[in-house]
């Protein structure tokens, strides 16, 4: 089956700092991926989508500069927590689909940031 | 945009029971999965089905597109079910962007 492997699953930076979240797709080719932002106890908000090759599309509210995200190849894309602040302690979950969406979406298992 | 309400919002059971899960959608949708996030974060898809019945194990799900809900069905419930439970929508035109509702938490106990 489609298997997502997500990168790092717990990191706690100094507020300031930049964090790195990779997202891998292992055994498929990943033609789009998706970011999402989870609060306790609350449900999923969708960030970005990337499609390979191409700019992220951001949801609205989503700070491009702050989030950056590259799809650089089918396998791969990461998110970048910019000049982290408290605030973006949060629960961040990747998903990719070898179809843009049209049948089903995998995920990763997610990467607990923690800013202090 | 859509939106998708999910009922009820917690759910206590003891092991063995069964349980339905509700999920209500505003808007024609192209895509419906329920999702299964377990305790410590990992999402696992438990159902594409954006219309009809499927069955796996003692899951089901049912979604009626043109009433604009779909039901999970839990027979024989186990401790390890406990977790949320996610519908989430995508509506045409969106690009398969999936909309989550708010979920419900199912505490199995044994």
């Known amino acids: 089956g489609a298997v997502v492997s997500q990168h790092p699953s717990r990191v706690i930076c100094k507020s300031g700092t930049s964090v790195k979240i990779e997202c891998r797709s292992l055994d498929f080719q990943a033609t789009t991926m998706f970011w999402y932002r989870q609060f306790p106890k609350k449900s999923l908000m969708l960030m970005a989508t990337s499609n390979e090759g191409s700019k992220a599309t951001y949801e609205q509210g989503v700070e491009k500069d702050k989030f950056l995200i590259n799809h650089a190849s089918l396998t791969l894309s990461t998110l970048t927590v910019t000049s982290a602040h408290p605030e973006d302690s949060s629960f961040y979950i990747c998903?990719?689909?070898?179809?843009?969406?049209?049948?089903?979406?995998?995920f990763g298992s997610g990467t607990r940031l923690t800013v202090v | 945009g859509i939106q998708v309400e999910q009922s009820p919002p917690d759910l206590i059971l003891q092991e063995g029971a069964n349980s339905t899960l509700r999920c209500n959608f505003s808007d024609s949708v192209n895509n419906l999965q329920w999702f299964h996030q377990n305790p410590w974060g990992q999402l696992i898809n438990l159902f594409y089905?954006?219309?009809g019945t499927k069955q796996n194990g003692r899951l089901s799900a049912t979604t009626v597109a043109t009433e604009r809900y779909s039901l999970l069905y839990i027979s024989s419930s186990q401790t390890t079910d406990s977790g949320v439970y996610f519908c989430?929508?995508?509506?045409?035109?969106?690009?398969?962007?999936?909309?989550f509702g708010k979920g419900t938490l199912l505490t199995v106990n044994p």
């Open positions: 089905i954006p219309s």
């Open positions: 989430a929508v995508s509506q045409f035109g969106s690009n398969y962007k999936l909309t």
């Open positions: 998903s990719a689909s070898r179809d843009r969406g049209l049948v089903g979406y995998t």
